[in-house]
């Protein structure tokens, strides 16, 4: 079955950028019918959307992120990233991956999720 | 910026019916999704678009929408139904609502 893998450091300095990479198993990124986003979510708070990514490249972000997010895709890896510069300690959190299935031509529910990974930012 | 609002805590009596609430302006008119969070997990999928169910989800798992609430129905709640719940809209894009925590007593 479909399996997401996030990959990346647990830890960032303050004003570093925070990089991280999902990778997709057991089914294929170039899929029609599927978006791929980010989503984080501190230490005892809820769920945040960073944004998501279509294989094509077409991205919908986080309006109060969006000026320091960049999100990609590699169809040739299966694979997508994200990327978040300027980080702070607000930044801390578990950062997942997640697919997120098309509905009348709009990203919809998220499913499967990866695992999640821990990113602190931290001196 | 559309927001959606749950109560940050429901208590239901083993065997009972949970019910927990999202709002949000015209919600009914949107598709909305909910998730059950289980400590140090991921979040898992339970209703999609307002009243399905993915494979493996119980039935006893239920949703509605109407209006300007949105309901996930939990009935013959079980000790292994204590879990962070959220919900889920797309409006421009992705919202999640800041989610309740069951608990069963």
């Known amino acids: 079955q479909l399996q997401l893998q996030e990959s990346g450091p647990g830890l960032v300095k303050p004003s570093e950028t925070l990089s991280l990479t999902c990778t997709v198993s057991?089914?294929?990124?170039?899929?029609?019918?599927?978006?791929w986003g980010w989503i984080r979510q501190p230490p005892g708070q809820g769920l945040e959307c960073i944004g998501t990514i279509y294989y094509s490249g077409s991205t919908y972000y986080n309006p109060s992120l969006k000026s320091r997010v960049t999100i990609s895709v590699d169809t040739s890896k299966n694979q997508f990233s994200l990327k978040l510069t300027s980080v702070t300690a607000a930044d801390t959190a578990v950062y997942y991956c997640?697919?997120?299935?098309?509905?009348?031509?709009?990203?919809?529910?998220?499913?499967?999720w990866g695992q999640g990974t821990l990113v602190t930012v931290s001196s | 910026s559309y927001e959606l609002t749950q109560p940050l805590s429901v208590s239901v009596a083993l065997g009972q019916t949970a019910r927990i609430t999202c709002g949000g302006n015209?919600?009914?008119?949107?598709?909305v999704h909910w998730y059950q969070q289980k400590p140090g997990q991921a979040p898992v999928l339970v209703i999609y678009r307002d009243t399905n169910r993915p494979s493996g989800i119980p039935e006893r798992f239920s949703g509605s929408n109407s209006g300007n609430t949105a309901t996930l129905t939990i009935s013959r709640a079980q000790a292994g139904d204590e879990a962070d719940y959220y919900c889920?809209?797309?409006?421009?894009?992705?919202?999640f609502g800041g989610g309740t925590k069951l608990t069963v007593l």
């Open positions: 015209n919600i009914g008119s949107k598709n």
């Open positions: 057991g089914g294929s990124i170039s899929s029609s019918g599927h978006y």
């Open positions: 997640a697919r997120q299935t098309l509905y009348q031509l709009l990203p919809n529910w998220f499913d499967p």
């Open positions: 889920q809209v797309w409006d421009s894009s992705t919202v």
